[in-house]
């Protein structure tokens, strides 16, 4: 995945940012009635270099032309993640037959994992990269607080991406337990979500 990707995915995320910050379509100053969605004297909404990782860039699967040579990609490839995760080595041969068969229904799309659909999606999506962004925040006692949120952008061109899926994670009561420290090869404990909403959006 190339640089100038991840910086344009970076661009919009801090545009959208200011278009929240700018507080809508209302020109006039910030009233009591009507305050400004952000406390940015406090830091609130600033993005942090420090805290952020770097780009984690997984494969979809077999990878049919090399990366760019400025791109490492982790050995963990997300089609093998998700196969095992449908098929841990605690269960019995059954029970994964029985998770393949639940998801390849109307409900999950026929989401046939036989036909290993994230290696083999059709739009030939070969690399996906993870941003970890870590910015400031006001926690409930008002004081700041550095949260994180995560970025998941295949290796296509702007013009074959869709769209945008914005997920959002229930409470946690620890901060590891987030989509954005994403699980690789070198972080193994890290939080299954962000590693499985990259799998299936890749597919």
């Known amino acids: 995945m190339r640089k100038t990707f991840h910086l344009r995915m970076l661009t919009i995320l801090g545009l959208a940012f200011l ?6 379509n209302n020109p006039g100053p910030a009233s009591s009635s009507n305050p400004a ?3 940015t004297t406090e830091g609130e909404g600033k993005l942090s270099k420090e805290d952020s990782a770097s ?3 997984y494969s979809t699967g077999t990878i049919a032309t090399d990366p760019p040579a400025d791109v490492a990609v982790d050995p963990l490839a997300l089609d093998t993640y998700y196969t ?4 841990p ?3 019995t041969q059954m029970e994964c037959t029985q998770n393949e068969q639940s998801l390849n229904t109307a409900d999950f799309g026929n989401f046939d994992v036989t036909s290993d659909p994230i290696a083999n999606n059709s739009l030939g999506v070969r690399l996906v990269g993870a941003d970890k962004i870590a910015y400031g925040a006001i926690n409930v006692g008002g004081a700041a607080v550095m949260v994180s949120g995560g ?3 295949p290796d296509l061109a702007p013009a074959s991406i869709k769209g945008i899926i914005l997920f959002f994670h229930g409470t ?3 901060r590891s337990n987030v989509p954005s420290n994403f699980i690789t090869s070198s972080n193994p404990t890290g939080d299954y979500t962000g590693i499985l909403l990259a799998a299936l959006w890749a597919s």
Not at 19 to 24: N, P, Y
Not at 84 to 87: E, K
């Open 19 to 24: 278009v929240s910050a700018c507080g809508g």
């Open 37 to 39: 969605p952000f406390n």
């Open 55 to 57: 780009v984690t860039v």
């Open 84 to 87: 095992q995760t449908i098929c």
């Open 89 to 91: 080595s605690s269960l």
């Open 151 to 153: 970025i998941v952008a």
């Open 172 to 174: 946690t009561i620890q």
